[in-house]
C-alpha cells in the first residue's frame, strides 16, 4: 500500500486532527463517532462493528432504507470482505479477519482510508442521498395536447331555474372550497417536511467541503496508522486471489442445479408457446358482436386522435423533438448544454406563454360563469345573492 | 389524502375494527388481477389514507377509538394487535369505567361536555400525524345511549374545530325491533343534531345486512361479527383508492370529498345508502362467475325497486315513462315503490372494468328533474377487491331511507305524545322542546325526499 504523499505543514496546528475526522464522520451517512477512528488507530475491538457497518455502507449497492438495518453483523462483513476484494484491495490481513466484529478495527480503519483515498466517497454518498425534490419539474413541451382547451360548460336551456338546483351548484362549490383550503394546509405541511430534509441535506455538504479542507492533517495520521501495523509478507504476483466466500457444494449439486434450470426454461418456453396460440385463437374469434365492434370503433377513433396530434406536432417543428418528461436543475459555469438539455430561460418563457394561454382560459370561463349567474337571479325575482367577500 | 376514524361505542369500535382489517387485508391480497407495480400504488394509496408508518413497519390504523366502558376497547385493541398486520395507537383510546344506560341526553350533554377536551386532544394529536387530512370518518350507533349522543356531540366540536375538513357520519341504523325502548327517541334526536354538523349520513341498516347474512352468505348463527364483516366489506369498496377522472395513472388523492361533491352539495338531501353486488360466502365465491352487464343490471334494478340486497329483487318496478313522478306530488301514504334518486355514484373493480356499460344508470327517469344528467358518476378501477373479480358497489342519495326514517318519526312521535321516558331526557337537560325541534327538522327531511 502505498503512502500518500502529504504536505507536512498543511494542518500542523494542535487539534486539526479532531476537526478533521470529526468533519469526515459527519460527511459520511452514519458515520461513526470521532472516538470510534481513534480506537480503531490503537486495535481496540470495540471500535470494529461501528467500521464493519460504515463499510458495508459505504460499499453497499442498495440504497439506504429500513432493509439494510436488519442485516446481520457477518454478512455485513462477508458482504464488504467480497467487495474489497473485488475491487482490488491488497491487504491479505482484511480477508482474514473474523466477522463477528470482535477484532480488527486497525485493519478496517486502513479499509476506509484507502477506499477514501481511491475516490470521492463522501460526494459519492452525497449524491445517493440527494433530495430529489425542489431541483426537479417534468416539463411538456407538446404542443398539439398543450393547446387542447377545456370543453365549454355546459350552458343550461332557457326554461325554469328550481332553486335546490342553485343550492346544490352552491353545495358543489363550498365542498371545492373546503377542498382547496386543505389542500393549501398539505402544502405547507409538505414544504416545512422538505425544509427540513434540505436543512439536513445542507449540513451533510457543509461536512463534506469541511473535510476536504482538512483532509491533508487526516492522512498525515493515517501514515502513523499504517506505521503501526505489522508488515505485510511481501506480495507475490502468484498470490491467489481472493474469492467471495461461497458455501460448500460438490459439483454434484451443482449439476443438479444447472438441469433444473434447463427443464424450467423449456417449460416455460412452453409455457409461453402455448399462451401465445391460445390468444391468437382468440384474437382472431373476437371480432364479433357489438361491444366489440363498439369498443373497437372507440379505440381506433382515440388513436387516430392521438396519431393525428403526434403528426401535427413533427410537422411544425422540423427541429428537435419536444422536450418531455422530469428534467433537473443543473448550474453550469459555461455554456455548454447537451442536445437533450434545456435552457432555463428558454423554458420560462414557454411557461409564461403557456400561463397566459391558460389565463385567458380562465377569464373567458369567468365571463360564461359570470351570465349563467345573471341569468339565474333573473329568473328568480324573489332571491337575495349575497357574494363572497374580496370580489 | 388522509382520513381520521372515530371510534364511537361499542358499535362503532367493533365495526372500526372491521374495516381496518379489511382495508389492510385487501390491500395486501395477491389476487387484485394486476401487475406488481399497480399493486405497490394500490397499497401505499390505502395505507397513505388510513393508517401511518411506525419504525418497524407495522401500520398504526389513523383512529381514535372512544367508549365509556373499557370492555369492547380492550377488546378491539387486542383483537387488532393479535393480528401482527395493524394496530392501534397506544394511546388512541378513551374509555372511562361507566356505561350511559342507552341515554343520549346523557351522552350528549353529561358525558360530552366532560370529556370534550381529551377526546379533542386524541382526535387534534392524530390529525396532526397527517400531511394533509381530507376529513374525518365517525363511526357510530344510532340507538345506543354512548355511540350517538357522544357522536353527536363530538361532531358538533369537529364542525366548529375543522370547518373546512369533511365529516361523514356512518350511522347504524338500528333493528325495527331493537331491544332498547328508546331508541327511536335517542334516533331522531342523533339525526336531527348530525344533519346540521355533518356532511354525509352514511347510512347502514341492521335489518338489511342482518338479511344478506342470512340469505347471500348463508349463515346460520349470526353474530355481531359477521355483520361487520359484511358492513366492512361495502365501505371497503367504495373507499379503497380508485383512479381519477382526469389520469387513470393516480390514484385518487381524495374520495371523500369528491364522493360528497358529487352526492351532497345539497344541504337538505344528506342520507346516504349503499348497495352491493355480488355477495356471498366464500365457497360460493369459488364457483361463479360474473358479467358486468349482469350485474349492473341487478344493481339498477336493486336502485329502482328500492332492494335491500341481491335476492328477492322486484323485477315489476319500472321507471316512470312520462318523466319522474315530481310532477304529481305523491304523497306519505301511497307506497312508493318506484325510488326517485337525486345522485348516484357507482364503483366497478375488477376484470375488465373499462368495457362495463353505465348507460342504464344515465337514464333521466331515474332522477329527479331539477338535476342534470351529470347526476350519475362512474369510478372504475382495474384492481379487484377483496377476492371478488368483479365487484360494484353503488353509492346513492334517494329515497332509499324515506319509509324507515318516516317510521322511525312515527314511533317516536307516538311515545313522544304519551310522554313516555321523556324525563330521562330532561333529567339531563334534554327538554321537549329538542324534542319538538328534532321532529320539525327531521319531517321537513322526509318532506323534501319525498317531493322530489
Keep these: 500500500m502505498r503512502r500518500r504523499r502529504v504536505d507536512p505543514a498543511a494542518g500542523a496546528r494542535a487539534g486539526a486532527l479532531p476537526e478533521a475526522i470529526a468533519a469526515l464522520s459527519r460527511s459520511l451517512p452514519s458515520g461513526p463517532r470521532p472516538e470510534i477512528f481513534r480506537r480503531a488507530k490503537f486495535d481496540r475491538p470495540e471500535a470494529t462493528s461501528a467500521l464493519w457497518q460504515l463499510l458495508f455502507r459505504v460499499l453497499s449497492p442498495l440504497p439506504a432504507g429500513n432493509a439494510l438495518a436488519s442485516i446481520a453483523l457477518e454478512v455485513q462483513a462477508r458482504l464488504v470482505k467480497s467487495a474489497l476484494c473485488s475491487q482490488g484491495y491488497p491487504r491479505l490481513a482484511l480477508a482474514q479477519l473474523p466477522e463477528d466484529g470482535s477484532q480488527g478495527s486497525r485493519e478496517l480503519l486502513l479499509a476506509l482510508s484507502w477506499l477514501l483515498a481511491r475516490g470521492p466517497v463522501p460526494e459519492q454518498m452525497l449524491a445517493q442521498t440527494r433530495v430529489p425534490l425542489g431541483d426537479e419539474m417534468t416539463v411538456c413541451q407538446c404542443e398539439a395536447l398543450a393547446s387542447l382547451v377545456p370543453p365549454a360548460p355546459h350552458m343550461e336551456a332557457e326554461g325554469p331555474v328550481d332553486v335546490r338546483h342553485v343550492q346544490w351548484l352552491m353545495g358543489k362549490l363550498r365542498f371545492r372550497w373546503r377542498q382547496l383550503v386543505s389542500s393549501q394546509q398539505e402544502q405547507c405541511a409538505l414544504l416545512s417536511k422538505l425544509l427540513r430534509t434540505l436543512e439536513r441535506e445542507s449540513r451533510r455538504l457543509e461536512a463534506v467541503l469541511a473535510w476536504r479542507r482538512a483532509e491533508p492533517v487526516f492522512w498525515q495520521w493515517m501514515d502513523t496508522v499504517l506505521g503501526t501495523c505489522a508488515p505485510e509478507a511481501p506480495a507475490a504476483a502468484s498470490q491467489p486471489t481472493f474469492l467471495p466466500w461461497v458455501p460448500e457444494c460438490g459439483d454434484g449439486e451443482l449439476e443438479l442445479v444447472v438441469r433444473e434450470l434447463q427443464t424450467l426454461e423449456e417449460e416455460l418456453r412452453e409455457a409461453v408457446e402455448r399462451r401465445r396460440v391460445a390468444w391468437e385463437a382468440k384474437a382472431r374469434g373476437c371480432g364479433r358482436g357489438p361491444e366489440w365492434s363498439a369498443a373497437r370503433r372507440a379505440s381506433r377513433e382515440t388513436v387516430e386522435k392521438e396519431l393525428g396530434a403526434l403528426q401535427r406536432c413533427w410537422e411544425q417543428e422540423s427541429g428537435p423533438a419536444p422536450a418531455h418528461g422530469p428534467h433537473r436543475l443543473v448550474r453550469r459555469e459555461d455554456g455548454a448544454a447537451g442536445d437533450r438539455d434545456l435552457r432555463a430561460a428558454e423554458l420560462i418563457r414557454t411557461l409564461r406563454s403557456q400561463e397566459a394561454c391558460l389565463e385567458a382560459v380562465l377569464r373567458q370561463l369567468q365571463g360564461q360563469c359570470r351570465q349563467e349567474l345573471a341569468r339565474l337571479a333573473g329568473a328568480l325575482p324573489g332571491l337575495i345573492w349575497i357574494l363572497p367577500p374580496g370580489r | ?452
Excluded at chain 2, 7 to 35: K, R, Y
Design chain 2, 1 to 452: 389524502m388522509s382520513i381520521v376514524t372515530v371510534q364511537l361505542g361499542q358499535c362503532g369500535n367493533q365495526i372500526g375494527f372491521e374495516v381496518f382489517d379489511a382495508l389492510l387485508s385487501d390491500s395486501h391480497s395477491s389476487q387484485g388481477l394486476c401487475c406488481k407495480r399497480e399493486n405497490e400504488a394500490y397499497q401505499a394509496s390505502c395505507k397513505e389514507r388510513f393508517f401511518s408508518e411506525e419504525e418497524n413497519g407495522v401500520p398504526i390504523a389513523r383512529a381514535v377509538l372512544v367508549d365509556m366502558e373499557p370492555k369492547v376497547i380492550n377488546q378491539t385493541l387486542s383483537k387488532a394487535a393479535q393480528s401482527g398486520r395493524w394496530k392501534y395507537g397506544q394511546h388512541a383510546c378513551f374509555c372511562q369505567k361507566q356505561g350511559s344506560g342507552n341515554n343520549w341526553a346523557y351522552g350528549y350533554s353529561v358525558h360530552g361536555p366532560r370529556h370534550e377536551e381529551s377526546i379533542m386532544n386524541l382526535i387534534r394529536k392524530e390529525v396532526e400525524k397527517c400531511d394533509s387530512v381530507s376529513g374525518f370518518f365517525i363511526i357510530m350507533s344510532m340507538a345506543g345511549g354512548t355511540g350517538s349522543g357522544i357522536g353527536a356531540f363530538v361532531t358538533q366540536n369537529l364542525q366548529d374545530q375543522y370547518s373546512n375538513s369533511l365529516k361523514m357520519n356512518q350511522i347504524i341504523w338500528p333493528y325495527g325491533t331493537g331491544e332498547v325502548i328508546v331508541q327511536n327517541y335517542n334516533s331522531i334526536l342523533t339525526l336531527s343534531h348530525l344533519y346540521r354538523s355533518s356532511d354525509a349520513l352514511l347510512v347502514h341498516e341492521n335489518d338489511a345486512v342482518h338479511k344478506i347474512c342470512a340469505k347471500l352468505m348463508n349463515i346460520k348463527q349470526i353474530s355481531f361479527s359477521d355483520i361487520n364483516q359484511v358492513l366492512a366489506h361495502q365501505l371497503g369498496s367504495v373507499f379503497q383508492p380508485t383512479y381519477s377522472a382526469e389520469s387513470s395513472f393516480h390514484y385518487r388523492r381524495n374520495p371523500l370529498g369528491d364522493l360528497m361533491e358529487h352526492l351532497v352539495p345539497h344541504p337538505e338531501f344528506k342520507m346516504l345508502s349503499i348497495r352491493n353486488v355480488p355477495h356471498m360466502s366464500e365457497n360460493s365465491l369459488a364457483y361463479s362467475t360474473f358479467t358486468w352487464a349482469g350485474l349492473l343490471k341487478h344493481l339498477r334494478q336493486m336502485l329502482i325497486s328500492n332492494a335491500k340486497m341481491e335476492e328477492g329483487i322486484d323485477w315489476h318496478v319500472r321507471p316512470p315513462l312520462s318523466g319522474p313522478p315530481s310532477l304529481s306530488k305523491m304523497s306519505l301514504n301511497k307506497d312508493l315503490h318506484f325510488n326517485t334518486s337525486i345522485a348516484n355514484l357507482v364503483i366497478l373493480r375488477g376484470k375488465d372494468v373499462q368495457s362495463a356499460d353505465v348507460e342504464g344508470f344515465k337514464d333521466p327517469a331515474l332522477y329527479t328533474s331539477w338535476l342534470p344528467v351529470n347526476a350519475f358518476n362512474v369510478w372504475k378501477t382495474q384492481r379487484a377487491f377483496s377476492k371478488y373479480e368483479k365487484s360494484a358497489v353503488l353509492v346513492s342519495n334517494s329515497q332509499f331511507l324515506v319509509k324507515p326514517l318516516d317510521m322511525i318519526v312515527g314511533k317516536a312521535w307516538n311515545m313522544f305524545a304519551s310522554k313516555a321516558y321523556i324525563h330521562q331526557y330532561t333529567k339531563f337537560g334534554i327538554e321537549e322542546e329538542d324534542f319538538l325541534d328534532s321532529f320539525t327538522s327531521l319531517e321537513q327531511v322526509v318532506a323534501s325526499y319525498c317531493n322530489l
